[in-house]
């Protein structure tokens, strides 16, 4: 969190969208899935963190807000100003100008929920607890070019699980994946967008191309790497995917790094 010094009151503002909470998140997708220039979404999402009722005055140079019982008048490059500690949200602009969300949610915002009675258990931050065979199908969903309702249940089918300790792409609970709020959906996905970028920068030689968005088809890159890992061997195959993402990766990640020195001997 960063400290905002306004009016001699000290507010606390989020420095990353794992220190925004689940309600600023939601504020923020629907700001976001409008037609609104960037400076609007930031100047908005500053004044919903800071639970402050805001309106532009008869002078359009300056804006009405109120904060914890105090009212101020404030001018339009005050609030510019103080709204640029929400920069951290988008990426710079390309070279055609485009600037999009930077995904960085690694926090799982929805650990635990409850579905008509049934409980089900997201993945940890940063995807730790997940499992390999878990990881794959949600790659596989992702991946898929045909966005239909359908995917996405599956998405999150593999996403939510009544039990953390193992996975069977068979045993998704689809129906009750039709009751998710769709904030819960967005949320989930900028989660999970945000850790796949999380995991491409921990282990850049697992995925050489991870933080590239025209990167091609990911699953089938990781089946490959799986088959090498295991050398052709089904058996091991199989059983590495019942391991847990972060073993297998590091293991991927030493066998690949091993290779590189070799390949590199004289």
Not at 32 to 41: D, K
Not at 88 to 105: Q, S
Request: charged letters at 25%; hydrophobic letters at 40%.
């Amino acid at each position: 969190m960063r400290k905002l010094i306004w009016y001699d009151r000290e507010y606390m503002l989020p420095s990353s969208m794992n220190e925004m909470t689940n309600e600023q998140l939601i504020e923020l997708s629907v700001l976001t899935a409008q037609p609104m220039p960037i400076q609007e979404v930031k100047v908005k999402i500053l004044f919903i963190c800071l639970n402050a009722q805001f309106r532009r005055m008869k002078n359009p140079n300056y804006f009405r807000v109120k904060i914890d019982g105090e009212t101020y008048a404030v001018t339009a490059d005050e609030v510019t100003a103080i709204s640029a500690a929400f920069d951290f949200l988008y990426i710079k602009p390309d070279e055609k100008g485009n600037c999009f969300l930077d995904m960085r949610l690694t926090r799982c915002p929805y650990p635990v929920l409850k579905i008509k009675g049934t409980e089900f258990f997201a993945p940890d931050s940063n995807l730790t607890d997940m499992l390999y065979n878990q990881y794959i199908y949600l790659q596989s969903f992702d991946q898929a070019k045909d966005k239909k309702p359908e995917v996405i249940y599956q998405w999150l089918g593999a996403m939510f699980r009544t039990n953390k300790e193992k996975f069977n792409h068979k045993d998704l609970n689809l129906e009750l994946m039709k009751h998710i709020n769709p904030h819960v959906v967005v949320l989930m996905l900028w989660f999970w967008i945000g850790s796949c970028r999380f995991l491409a920068e921990k282990f850049p030689r697992v995925f050489p191309d991870g933080n590239d968005p025209e990167y091609g088809d990911v699953y089938s890159g990781q089946q490959r790497l799986l088959d090498y890992m295991a050398k052709g061997d089904p058996e091991k195959k199989r059983a590495y995917k019942q391991d847990m993402l972060y073993d297998i990766l590091y293991s991927l990640d030493y066998i690949l790094e091993i290779d590189e020195q070799n390949s590199d001997s004289p």
